[in-house]
Nanobody, 124 residues
C-alpha cells in the first residue's frame, strides 16, 4: 500500500482542519492506520490510530477531545478532524499503516508504510 496525505494549511488558534490520507493498493481494511506529527527539533509523536474496521480508536492525551480519527474503507481513506487547534499543534503530520491483527500501536517503528507529510501551522 502507498499513502498520500493532504489537507494541511495555516489556521488561527481555535480553528479547525481536516487531514485526509488516501491509500493506493489492496486490502486497506487490513491495516491499522495512524497519524503522527513532528515539530521542528522534536521527535515524531503519535497523534491517533484507528483499527482496520474502524471500531477502535486511540488518541494521544494531548489531542484527546479535540481530534477525531475516522476511516472510509470504501474510499481507502483515513481522516483526522482537528478542532480547537492550538499553537503547539503546529507540525508536519504523517499518516502511516500497520498491518497488525490486534491493538493499535503508538510507536512509530510499528508502522510499516508512511505517507509524505502535510504541514499544519497554527497561528497564535
Amino acid at each position: 500500500v502507498q499513502l498520500q496525505a493532504f489537507g494541511g494549511g495555516l489556521v488561527q488558534a481555535g480553528g479547525s482542519l481536516r487531514l485526509s490520507c488516501i491509500a493506493s493498493g489492496r486490502s486497506f481494511s487490513n491495516y491499522v492506520m495512524g497519524w503522527f506529527r513532528q515539530a521542528p527539533g522534536k521527535e515524531r509523536e503519535f497523534v491517533a490510530g484507528i483499527s482496520g474496521g474502524g471500531s477502535s480508536t486511540y488518541y494521544a492525551d494531548s489531542v484527546k477531545g479535540r481530534f477525531t480519527i475516522s476511516r472510509d474503507n470504501a474510499k481507502n481513506t483515513v481522516y483526522l478532524q482537528m478542532n480547537s487547534l492550538k499553537y503547539e499543534d503546529t507540525a508536519l503530520y504523517y499518516c502511516a499503516a500497520d498491518r497488525r491483527v490486534f491493538g493499535i500501536a503508538s510507536m512509530a517503528p510499528s508502522y510499516e508504510v508512511w505517507g509524505q507529510g502535510t504541514q499544519v501551522t497554527v497561528s497564535s
